[in-house]
């Protein structure tokens, strides 16, 4: 969330005995500005801030109102930072390290976060304290004296940091005061004509808050394995100074201008801050190397407070002005600070678990399924229009029997129609002759047939035509030679047709041939004419069995049509399964390609989940055993340094007694050396 950065002003009490001669600064409430000895206000010269601090304002209001809300947020994951800016000895030390009966804002900070911590039962800690010093632009390691001119580097894990800066654990809030006791030793400090004791480095006490909630067995792995990581750091800068003033020469000279160029840069970063986004594009955090490593405090992901001293004394106004308009500018600032959580190779583990779970999930769940349900409905279709093809075949093929049988039922009957218009045509032929021989005309007429078809003599089947080549001495007509056979024909004209197939595959018998006289029927003969008239009978009834025939061959041929027409429609029907079928099969193809993709790719997610679940375990069984080490080596440290207490104190009895045996000694001589003296 983007906030403002806490800026306020703290005024020390006057150390000059002189009171002011034209002007002094008034404070009210929030407000400090110039005013005239008389009272009036200077114009321009009046500036608000979060919290403007009298002389009379002790460290420990200073950190209820300005720091504490920033220490209690590095607690909960935010990154914080509070810092102390002014001219030499307007108060900086004063504020941050305190005095015994007043202790600084780094001793409450301390206290503070572990009291806090102590509130917390629901999370573990972890805290790690350093302590360096920006001495003429070179980080010093205040914890180690060994670490000189440490580097800065800049990692995505780490962000920007101070290699090989020494690191310690703490346990509680003594721990670190003692810690900061002994680094205070090795800081840098000078005398000057405006501080007996300045700072002559910027100091910057860092707490590094990691914590992680206590598990409670929860699925969630955001809730209890996240771990929150931030960086607290409290910053005593060295004051801004005038060498006119301070008298500097030498050592402090230099160290005075190495100090005066880390602020100036320091205020250039905030001017560029505070002059808002558009013409901020560069902020030159890397010309000095305070506002590199202060670069998340300003700007940045942090919450951070800034106390600036002033001195009130008349002498100072144009160093106390110089550093409110750097305050004021300070509070245009805007940070951005969030919960610092990073999570833990368990929570990464249970994170990844319920991924692989989720991916499963939707797998097999909503695609999987679905495609498998696309699958079964199109396997299920595919086997409807097989069947239904299948059938669509059987049909299909049973209408072309019949379809062939009825056509040759149909050339069955057509021959047989012919067979016996050319027998009736034969018979009638013969008949008109006989009658024209011995009737009147009007009985030959008897035998006419009006719808009669007239054939030719040789329009019988073509093997009966042989008949008719018969040499002329044959006796019979020769319409009689296209007779199948003598008893067949006899049959036929006795009143009873014989099987009419028969009639073709008779085998064609030599006719014996007749003197003519003898087998010219005798016209006059009863027996004949009653033939006859049986033969006309017969011919009637065929008469009509033919046209019965030829109706039904009629109807034959419509619903030859019809099938025809049904045959094709099923003929498309049948395309347009088979085009169909064609497309389910191609599609089931492409998902069962696009199934088997999934798959493998669910596979390869599988592989590469376990092997980081390795890894990730691997690495767990690492952190392990580095924290045992760890911690084996504190308690080594913690007994090594009982046993030196218990030698130093064990020595200096030794040493006590050592002197007392020595004086015994002394004595002794001496007192031997008298007696020696006085028996000579
Ligand atoms: N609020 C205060 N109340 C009482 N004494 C103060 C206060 N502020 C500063 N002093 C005293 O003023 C003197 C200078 O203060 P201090 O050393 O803290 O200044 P400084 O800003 O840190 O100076 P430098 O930049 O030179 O290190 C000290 O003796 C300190 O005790």
New binding site residues.
């Given amino acids: 969330m983007a906030e403002k950065i806490c800026v306020a002003v703290r005024v ?2 006057s ?1 000059s005995e002189e009171s002011p001669s034209g002007t002094f600064w008034k404070i009210e409430d929030n407000r400090i500005s110039l005013h005239k000895l008389h009272g009036t206000p200077i114009s321009g010269l009046s500036y608000a801030f979060d919290h403007v601090f009298d ?1 009379s304002c002790s460290n420990s209001k200073v950190y209820e109102l300005l720091t504490k809300d920033v220490i209690h947020a590095a607690v909960d994951g935010f990154n914080g930072t509070a810092f102390a800016y ?1 001219q ?7 504020t941050m390290n305190g005095s015994l009966n007043d202790p600084g804002i780094i001793h409450r900070a301390v206290n503070d976060v572990f009291q806090k911590i102590q509130m917390i039962s629901d999370r573990e800690f972890l805290i790690r304290v350093s302590y360096m010093e920006i001495y003429n632009e070179e980080i010093n390691d205040l914890f180690a004296v060994e670490n000189q001119k440490l580097p800065i580097h800049e990692s995505l894990e780490r962000g920007i940091f101070v290699a090989g800066l020494r690191e310690e654990i703490v346990n509680n809030a003594e721990q670190v005061i003692k810690l900061l006791e002994s680094g205070e030793v090795n800081r840098h400090f000078g005398e000057t004509n ?2 007996a ?3 002559r480095s910027h100091t910057i006490f860092r707490m590094v808050i990691e914590s992680k909630g206590i598990d409670t067995g929860s699925s969630d792995y955001s809730s209890s394995d996240a771990i929150r990581v931030s960086v607290l750091n409290l910053v005593d800068l ?2 801004s100074e005038r060498i006119a003033k301070t008298g500097a020469g030498g050592v402090r000279l230099k160290e005075g201008k190495y100090i005066n160029k880390s602020l100036m840069v320091l205020g250039n970063v905030i001017n560029k801050l505070s002059n808002g986004a558009k013409q901020r594009a560069h902020i030159p955090y890397r010309d000095s190397k305070l506002t590199r490593i202060l670069q998340t405090a300003l700007g940045g992901n942090a919450k951070t407070s800034i106390i600036c ?1 002033v001195a009130p004394e008349e002498v100072h106004i144009e160093e106390t002005k110089g550093t409110l308009q750097f305050a004021s500018r300070a509070k245009r600032i805007t940070n951005c600070a969030q919960v610092n959580e990073i999570l833990t190779d368990a929570a990464l583990l249970k994170r990844q678990q319920l991924e692989i779970e989720d991916l499963r999930r939707k797998l097999q769940g909503s695609r999987s399924e679905v495609l498998e349900q696309e699958i079964l409905k199109l396997r299920n279709d595919m086997l409807k229009y097989e069947l239904e093809r299948e059938k669509l075949e059987m049909e299909l093929e049973e209408e072309r029997r019949s379809h062939k049988e009825r056509e040759q039922h149909i050339r069955d009957q057509q021959l047989k129609i012919k067979n016996l218009s050319s027998l009736v045509s034969d018979g009638n032929r013969s008949s008109s002759q006989d009658s024209m021989k011995e009737s009147p005309k009007d009985e030959c007429n008897d035998f006419k047939t009006p719808c009669f078809k007239e054939t030719s003599n040789n329009a019988f089947v073509a093997k009966r035509s042989n008949y008719s080549e018969l040499p002329d001495f044959s006796p019979l007509p020769d319409s009689f030679s296209n007779v199948a056979d003598e008893d067949t024909w006899f049959k036929m004209n006795k009143g009873y047709i014989a099987d009419l197939d028969s009639l073709q595959t008779t085998p064609a018998r030599k006719v014996q041939s007749f003197p003519p006289q003898d087998i010219t029927p005798d016209c006059s003969n009863d027996n004949y004419k009653l033939e006859l008239q049986n033969l006309k009978t017969q011919l009637e009834l065929v008469i009509k069995e033919k046209d019965e025939l030829q109706r039904k061959h009629e109807e034959e041929v419509q619903i030859n049509r019809r099938l025809m027409g049904e045959i094709s429609e099923l003929k498309q029907e049948l395309d347009l399964s088979n085009n169909s079928l064609e497309s389910s099969a191609q599609r089931y193809g492409n998902l069962e390609r696009e199934f088997q993709k999934l798959k493998d790719e669910r596979d390869s997610l599988l592989q590469t989940v376990s092997e980081s679940s390795k890894n990730i375990t691997f690495l767990t069984d690492q952190k392990e055993n580095i924290l045992k080490d760890l911690n084996c080596e504190v308690q080594r440290r913690k007994d090594l340094e009982a046993e030196i207490k218990q030698f130093s104190v064990a020595f200096a009895s030794r040493q006590r007694s050592l002197a007392s045996i020595h004086g015994e000694f002394k004595s002794k001589i001496e007192k031997l050396r008298a007696e020696k003296l006085v028996r000579y």
């Fill in positions: 020390r009490p150390i002389e002014g030499t000895s307007s108060g900086k030390t004063f405006m501080n004791r300045s700072s060295a004051g001293t």
